[in-house]
């Protein structure tokens, strides 16, 4: 497959390809007043499509991009991404995921619809994009398709990253498929059942591959725009002989789209086992390099659990590191509220910082070794109990 400018696209660790001649990635938004901000943040502005880009989510994002520059402590820019957990249970046991290793970090539940709701009402004229995702398995949560609903009908963009290794219900994979979502991201790291489930624990890949051939053919069979259907492989030693095998299997699914992604892990404990040989699909953090440029999360986004709890950044996971809970307070006061002042001042010259919070340790090197993590795993935290394997 061609990597040139018009169908592929590299972002945050991730390498995306086409797979059907006629979807092209487009590396630019062009003849858009959008054009002039450089896609440097979780996401790109490309992947939004025109419906969902209103005026008012302009000017916000304008002014976002320009106190992020200016690094103000108190924002009158409103987050414009989010991560919204629909759940942190999830039915496999990846090896390098606090879930997945069973880690008490916070309760486990689900988010109720109308808690849903009163996220969205909330942030609806200013969201770009909400990542539907965090530390569970989205589709275990059986009002999955209204939520995606809800908010599209409120005219936000939606991704979601699911591992697809359940039995689900025909019906279910029908209103899911036309409940509005914008990019379904389907979990496939490997071509074998013996290679996927070295890091998909419990996870059957036959099973995923089903699933996937439904929703692919009820697009088809519905002439349904979205959503865009993206098989993504993370890249890992057990599982790089097979890339080759992964884009062949990807055109023969069908979907729209295949994805490589690179693998975050403790690097303390799991590098040698984990990182590929390829240095294409390994982070630069990992060989040595140090990151020094402020992170954009404390201007840009909110992670937002389904306890309500919201984190820095969707690598944390640690209750006690919350900047606050939702379901307690707004979200536009939590947004300026004491932690989220104290992370940007981490950034911000001649700032004086009141408490100290997660983002004043990681300083956005958050490969670094010195970091405490949840066990083996990639996850960040606070929490000194929770550094020890469960």
């Known amino acids: 497959m061609s990597a040139d400018s018009n169908n592929s696209q590299t972002q945050r660790g991730s390498k995306r390809f086409s797979v059907a001649d006629t979807i092209s990635i487009k590396s630019k938004r062009k003849d858009s007043r959008w054009a002039k901000f450089d896609d440097d943040t979780i996401f790109t502005i490309d992947e939004i499509p025109d419906e969902f880009l209103t005026d008012q989510k302009f000017k916000n994002y304008t002014l976002a991009k320009q106190e992020e520059s200016e690094q103000n402590l108190v924002l009158g820019s409103f987050p414009f991404h989010f ?24 309760q486990k539940g689900v988010l109720t619809f109308d808690n849903f709701k009163k996220i969205i009402d909330q942030i609806k004229n200013t969201a770009l994009i909400v990542s539907l995702q965090n530390w569970g398995e989205p589709t275990l949560v059986k009002d999955l398709p209204k939520m995606i609903k809800y908010a ?60 996937t051939r439904k929703v692919v053919k009820i697009k088809k069979d519905n002439n349904l725009k979205y959503p865009i259907i993206q098989a993504r492989m993370l890249v890992m030693k057990h599982n790089e002989h097979q890339i080759d ?23 303390n404990t799991a590098a040698d086992e984990w990182l590929p040989t390829d240095g294409n699909f390994v982070y630069e953090t990992y060989l040595g390099k140090r990151i020094d440029t402020p992170c954009h999360w404390p201007w840009t986004g909110m992670v937002i659990n389904s306890d309500g709890g919201v984190s820095s950044c969707a690598i944390v996971d640690d209750n ?26 981490t950034w911000t010259k001649n700032a004086r910082r009141t408490k100290t919070v997660i983002c004043n340790i990681c300083k956005n ?11 083996d795993t990639f996850s960040l935290t606070l929490n000194r109990s929770q550094t020890k394997k469960p």
């Open 320 to 345: 006690l590191s919350d900047f606050g809970n939702v379901f307690e307070e707004k979200i536009s006061d939590i947004w300026n509220n004491e932690s989220y002042i104290s992370a940007r001042t």
């Open 83 to 106: 991560e919204i957990e629909p759940t942190n249970i999830c039915n496999l046991r990846c090896p390098l995921c606090s879930t997945g290793v069973d880690a008490q970090t916070r």
């Open 365 to 375: 090197d958050t490969h670094n070794p010195n970091l405490l993590r949840v066990g």
């Open 152 to 211: 599209t009908d409120a005219g936000i963009f939606l991704r979601m990253s699911t591992n697809f290794s359940i039995d689900y219900d025909d019906e279910f994979l029908i209103e899911f498929m036309k409940s509005g979502l914008g990019r379904l991201v389907i979990d496939i790291d490997g071509t074998t059942q013996d290679v996927y489930a070295k890091y998909r624990v419990n996870g059957n890949l036959e099973t995923v591959l089903e699933n």
């Open 245 to 267: 095998d992964f884009k062949q299997l990807s055109k023969k699914l069908q979907v729209d789209e295949m994805e490589f992604g690179n693998i975050q892990l403790n690097p």
